[in-house]
């Protein structure tokens, strides 16, 4: 927006609802530790799919009465009608199961703000001090939002606006404005990875959205005393990769975490002058996540560097604004990087040094993360995959030369090769790292097997001596049961002898040995799966096949009488 353009609203000061969306907190004082994102449900991000935010395990019935009363009959009103006005399945059912009136920001000390950047038509990007300030949003001025959103800017190639605390009436306006599927904004809301090109017109343009999630290494809070730091409380101790993890290696001021951030563009672009828009949301200031103001600082300097401003004065696509802003998170996932392989190093060294089980339960932590982490990188290569090879149909206009053409795609083309480049190489150092943290597990484990190798020694030491002690008091203990039996050979006058004695001993002991391997389903003395009718004649069989008999027998011919 240009200086004489610009609409300064009044701030938000009325009351948007009660903060009951189901996100941490309610307001933006910090917690002990970074609120944990939802898992991402992915069936519920394909545009392609035909039952958008359907549940076929549990859902029978999907209701399709109107999200809301029609209110076309102003212009300025149309846009209430969203997203049902526009994309007619999204009837009053779906909009409430995707949570997108829920999980936008109700909280009335939360400001609506949007901030922009305007890239002129020559490539440079407009200075910020002649952008003006950004949009504070208020109910009172929702009709001025709505106006100005319909004036078309002049003079440039894109405006990218980057939204704060999104409220709902402005995720309506955004959505009626730009024509946008209400995929980006469920799938941002409920932080679901996703990537899809919409509204395909040859010649003219497209709709291109990215949502990515990625690392990015925070200081949170103040640092527990060492007495409090040195173990894992048992909340941490569950295994939850949707959780941030602490980093206690890292000596600062403030606790270090790596907690997973979100990245959600929409770009339309178009061959019209002054018709391409890229839409930023960011979550709300409960989650503490990247800020619209912090982003729109970071693309501002994008134009300030030599590399990328020779791109845009060679190519007037403005896809390669919405690559640039894609290096956002390959720049958190190095820095987050460094700090994971530096913590590592640190929990092996004490891993070497003591013998703290709560390392082993935090470095099964760390592996489970690692794994985790695969897969959002996995992700954000993707992305860029995905990037690369969707060419704006902008270029198939009379604007673009052949000869520009082909070479802003081969451009195209380079640089997300130079960004795939650099996700190889944190893939690569990513695996480093998960290899550090297996051998460090399985040495932990290995020592462990050791010191328990090393007890059931010491045990066996001990239960040797009480063998000895056993042999050495054994025959004066068979001794004494001997002379002490009622028998007629060493007492006068019994009745019993010592033969019966002896012929009841052996029988008993036979018949108990028979009984036990019969009913024992493994054992030397029978063939495995033999039933137990078989098995009560074990000491038959197992004569017959020490010998051989079985063999000659099933040997001989049979023959007929």
């Not at 029609?70 to 006005?85: C, F, K, M």
């Not at 208020?138 to 004036?151: F, G, M, P």
């Not at 955004?174 to 904004?185: H, M, Q, V």
């Not at 001993?505 to 024992?520: H, K, P, R």
Request: hydrophobic share 35%; with cysteine.
């Amino acid at each position: 927006m240009s200086s004489t353009n610009h609409a300064h609203f009044p701030l938000n000061n009325l009351r948007w609802g009660n903060n009951s969306h189901g996100i941490p907190g309610t307001h933006t004082t910090h917690s002990s530790k970074p609120p944990k994102t939802p898992a991402p449900i992915y069936r519920h991000a394909a545009p392609s799919g035909p039952w958008p935010w359907m549940d076929l395990e549990s859902d029978t019935k999907l209701e399709t009465e109107p999200a809301s009363p029609a209110r076309e009959s102003a212009d300025q009103l149309r846009w209430r009608g969203y997203p049902q006005s526009l994309f007619g399945n999204w009837v009053a059912d779906r909009i409430k199961r995707c949570k997108m009136v829920e999980n936008c920001s109700k909280d009335p000390r939360e400001k609506c703000r949007i901030h922009y950047v305007d890239v002129l038509e020559t490539g440079s990007f407009k200075p910020a001090q002649d952008t003006g300030p950004p949009i504070d949003v208020d109910e009172r001025a929702l009709h001025k939002l709505w106006d100005h959103l319909q004036i078309q800017p002049t003079g440039l190639r894109l405006r990218v606006l980057l939204v704060d605390n999104m409220k709902h009436p402005v995720l309506q306006m955004l959505g009626t404005r730009y024509n946008i599927e209400p995929f980006f904004f469920t799938s941002s809301l409920n932080w679901i990875p996703s990537r899809y090109q919409e509204e395909v017109i040859k010649k003219k343009g497209d709709h291109i959205t990215v949502t990515l999630l990625f690392v990015r290494a925070v200081s949170w809070g103040v640092t527990a005393p060492s007495s409090q730091n040195k173990h894992i409380s048992d909340s941490e101790r569950a295994i939850d990769t949707q959780e941030s993890l602490r980093l206690r290696s890292v000596l600062s001021s403030a606790e270090k975490y790596l907690l997973q951030d979100l990245l959600a563009l929409h770009m339309i672009r178009s061959s019209d002058p002054s018709g391409s828009t890229i839409i930023s949301y960011h979550p709300n200031a409960q989650w503490d996540r990247t800020t619209a103001e912090r982003l729109k600082n970071l693309v501002q300097k994008v134009g300030e560097s030599v590399y990328w401003q020779k791109i845009f004065e060679q190519s007037k696509d403005p896809s390669f604004v919405f690559l640039a802003i894609l290096w956002y998170g390959l720049y958190a996932w190095d820095e987050s990087l460094d700090h994971l392989y530096t913590h590592m190093n640190w929990l092996e060294t004490n891993v070497l040094l003591t013998n703290d089980s709560h390392l082993t339960t935090e470095l099964h932590t760390i592996q489970a993360q690692l794994l985790h982490y695969a897969s959002l990188l996995e992700d954000f290569r993707k992305s860029v995959n995905f990037v690369r090879n969707t060419p704006n149909p902008g270029l198939e206009s009379s604007e673009f030369t052949e000869h520009s053409r082909r070479d802003t795609n081969k451009l195209m083309r380079k640089e997300c090769d130079n960004l795939l480049s650099e996700i190889d190489r944190l893939g690569f150092q990513l695996r480093n790292i998960t290899d550090l943290a297996k051998a460090t597990v399985n040495f932990v484990d290995s020592r462990r097997m050791q010191d328990l190798t090393t007890a059931t020694v010491r045990d066996s030491a001990s239960m040797k001596q009480i063998s000895y002690l056993t042999m050495i008091f054994l025959p004066a203990s068979f001794i004494a049961s001997v002379f002490g039996m009622n028998v007629r050979e060493i007492i006068s006058g019994a009745t019993e002898t010592l033969a019966n004695y002896v012929t009841v001993s052996v029988t008993f002991t036979v018949l108990t040995a028979w009984l036990v391997v019969a009913f024992q389903a493994h054992s030397p003395f029978h063939e495995s799966g033999t039933g137990f009718g078989r098995r009560l004649a074990w000491p038959v069989t197992y004569i017959m096949r020490s010998t051989g008999l079985r063999q000659s027998l099933r040997s001989q011919p049979v023959v007929d009488i």
